[in-house]
C-alpha cells in the first residue's frame, strides 16, 4: 500500500479554451482513425494482417483508447469542451455527471468565460501508480543512447528463435510460409550467435533455441539489459506511452505508434517468414549483406526511437523525470 503524502503539483503552463481543446480533440481523433482505419476495416471483415495488427494483438491498446485526446499533465482546457451543448459527453471517458477518467476540474472561476478547467489528475497518478512510473522512467532513462552502448550484432534473430526446430505449420504466424525450409531455417539458428537481450523477445524462444541465446534476460534485469538499438525496446516505447497517459501528450503517444509500426516492417522482412506476398521485401540476414542492411535500418531505427524516448522523458512530471 502507497502511504506517501499527496504530491505537490505545478501549476498548469498552458490553459486551451473550449475551443482549442475541441480543436485539438478533433486533429487528434482524425489523425489515429486514419492510423487504424485499416485495421478496423479488416476487423470487421474477420480478417487478420501479421504485420501491421501485430500492434493490436500483442500491445493490449485497443483503437478506441489510441483516439482518446490528452493534452498532457502541464495543460488544463475548459472542462465544457467534453460536453455537447445538451451537456452530455462527447468522449468515452466521461460519465454522465461530466467528470473525466484521471482528470480533476478546477472550482468555478465567475471571471473565466470557460468556467471550470479541466487537467490531468498528476497527483493520483503519482500517488496510485508510483511504481510503475518510477519503474518507467528508471528504464527508459537506463536504454537511452546517452547511458548505453547499443549493440547491433543480433540481426534480428529472435524471429528466427521463436521458430527453432518447430514442426512445419506450427510456427507462430502460422498463415506465413517460411522464406527458408524448416531445415534451413533451424541451420540459421544454429550457426549464428544468438545475442537477444530483451525479456520480451526472448520469453518465446522455444525450448531448442533458449540455451543457445548467450544471455538469459529476465524482468527482474531488463533495466540492466534493454539495448538502445534492440526494434522491441523502440517498439515498446509506444506500450509506456500510452501506459504514461494522461501524462503526456497524444501526439506523442501517435508518434510512438507510428514508430513502432515502421519497427514492425524491419523486425518482419528480416524475420524467417516470407512477406513478400503482402507487399513487404526481404532483409536476407542469413547472409552478409543481409545482415549490413539490418544494422543500416536498425541505426535509424534506434536515432528515432532515441528521440521519443527524450521527448517521453522531458514530458514527465518534474518530480519523476
Avoid at 61 to 69: C, E, V
Avoid at 70 to 80: F, I, L, M
Avoid at 190 to 211: G, K, M, W
Amino acid at each position: 500500500m502507497n502511504t506517501q503524502s499527496t504530491p505537490t503539483v505545478a501549476a498548469p503552463a498552458r490553459f486551451l479554451s473550449a475551443a482549442q481543446a475541441q480543436e485539438a480533440r478533433l486533429a487528434h481523433e482524425s489523425r489515429a482513425d486514419a492510423l487504424t482505419a485499416a485495421h478496423r476495416a479488416r476487423r470487421q471483415a474477420g480478417q487478420k494482417h501479421p504485420v501491421e495488427d501485430f500492434l493490436f494483438t500483442y500491445y493490449p491498446f485497443s483503437p478506441a483508447r489510441l483516439r482518446r485526446w490528452h493534452p498532457g499533465w502541464d495543460v488544463a482546457y475548459a472542462r465544457s469542451a467534453d460536453l455537447d451543448a445538451h451537456g452530455d459527453p462527447v468522449i468515452a471517458d466521461v460519465d454522465e455527471a461530466g467528470s473525466r477518467s484521471w482528470y480533476v476540474d478546477s472550482t468555478p472561476d465567475p471571471a473565466s468565460a470557460d468556467g471550470r478547467h479541466r487537467r490531468a489528475d498528476v497527483a493520483r497518478y503519482l500517488t496510485d501508480r508510483a511504481d510503475a512510473l518510477a519503474f518507467i522512467a528508471r528504464l527508459l532513462s537506463s536504454s537511452s543512447l546517452a547511458r548505453r552502448r547499443p549493440q547491433f550484432g543480433c540481426f534480428g534473430l529472435h524471429e528466427w528463435a521463436m521458430v527453432h526446430r518447430v514442426p512445419e505449420g506450427a510456427q507462430r504466424h502460422e498463415d506465413l510460409p517460411l522464406r527458408l525450409t524448416s531445415a534451413e531455417t533451424d541451420q540459421v539458428v544454429e550457426r549464428e550467435n544468438l545475442v537477444c537481450s530483451h525479456i520480451d523477445a526472448f520469453r518465446f524462444f522455444t525450448p531448442t533455441s533458449t540455451p543457445r541465446n548467450t544471455l538469459q534476460p529476465t524482468r527482474d534485469t531488463q533495466v540492466e539489459l534493454d539495448n538502445p538499438a534492440c526494434l522491441h525496446v523502440g517498439m515498446d516505447l509506444y506500450k509506456w506511452a500510452v501506459k504514461l497517459t494522461p501524462l503526456l501528450p497524444s501526439d506523442l503517444v501517435l508518434d510512438c505508434f507510428e514508430h513502432a509500426r515502421e519497427t514492425r516492417v524491419l523486425d518482419m522482412e528480416a524475420s524467417p517468414y516470407d512477406v513478400r506476398p503482402l507487399g513487404y521485401g526481404v532483409v536476407p540476414i542469413e547472409t552478409a549483406a543481409g545482415k549490413a542492411e539490418y544494422v543500416r535500418r536498425q541505426r535509424v531505427l534506434a536515432e528515432q526511437a532515441d528521440a521519443l524516448r527524450t521527448r517521453i522523458l522531458e514530458r514527465l512530471p518534474p518530480a519523476t523525470a
